[in-house]
């Protein structure tokens, strides 16, 4: 079965420190990777995907992640985190749905994990 | 502004009471999605339309009831709910489900029954 795994609940981190936050996946099929924010009070918002080509993928915000296909990794990283970037990070997959015969893509997020840079 | 709307942001309703979400994006896009996403708990897929035909219910319970008149708008709604419905709603557009388009998210519903 399909699954996206954020094992940090919580990352705590000193402002202008490095930042990185994992997720690994488990897919039998060819996956696409999401990386989304959510800032209080707000829905998600983009921040960056791979689709395919380069494994090193930079978004907004200074963001950036890397697709590792070996070990099923999409980590997110910052060199120097802002107390604005403190809010809640979702990983998710894109794959092709097996139960359907149409083409049709579905995605699975992952649990979240609550980046909280202190000052 | 993300393009894609939702109203009300707050919500306070009985559990007796009768309310409906709306959603509204401003994208083109032809699918759209409802999500339920609870303190501590994954984010929940309820429903999805695409092209204004409904092509997944999770096993959602039926006091809950989805509506989709055309690809721009959808509304959920609400009757007799219980007290762990209590959650933010948060409704989705992508371009369609035929390829491994991003998903845009409004700000959501913040739901509290009484």
């Known amino acids: 079965a399909q699954s996206v795994t954020q094992l940090d609940s919580q990352v705590p981190v000193f402002e202008e420190a490095p930042v990185e936050l994992r997720c690994n996946y488990s897919?039998?099929?060819?996956?696409?990777l999401f990386w989304y924010v959510q800032y209080p009070n707000q829905g998600l918002q983009l921040l960056l995907k791979?689709?395919?080509?380069?494994?090193l993928v930079k978004g907004i915000n200074g963001f950036e992640a890397e697709f590792n296909k070996s070990q099923t990794s999409f980590h997110l990283r910052k060199p120097s985190v802002h107390i604005s970037d403190t809010a809640e990070y979702f990983c998710?997959?894109?794959?092709?749905?097996?139960?359907?015969?149409?083409?049709?893509?579905?995605?699975?997020f992952g649990t979240g994990t609550r980046l909280k840079v202190l000052a | 502004e993300t393009g894609v709307t939702q109203t009300p942001r707050h919500l306070v309703m009985g559990m007796t009471n009768k309310k409906s979400l709306k959603c509204e994006q401003h994208l083109g896009h032809n699918a759209m999605y409802w999500y339920k996403q609870s303190a501590k708990k994954p984010l929940e897929l309820m429903f999805v339309y695409n092209f204004k035909e409904q092509t997944e219910n999770n096993s959602v319970p039926s006091r809950f009831s989805p509506e989709c008149p055309n690809s721009s708008h959808l509304f959920l709604h609400l009757h007799t709910l219980q007290p762990e419905d209590s959650a933010l709603y948060l409704c989705?557009?992508?371009?369609?489900?035929?390829?491994?388009?991003?998903?845009?998210f409004g700000d959501g519903t913040r739901l509290s029954i009484l």
């Open positions: 897919s039998s099929v060819s996956v696409y």
């Open positions: 791979y689709l395919s080509g380069s494994t």
């Open positions: 998710a997959v894109s794959l092709n749905d097996p139960r359907t015969t149409s083409g049709t893509y579905k995605y699975i």
């Open positions: 989705a557009s992508s371009q369609d489900r035929a390829a491994a388009w991003p998903q845009h």
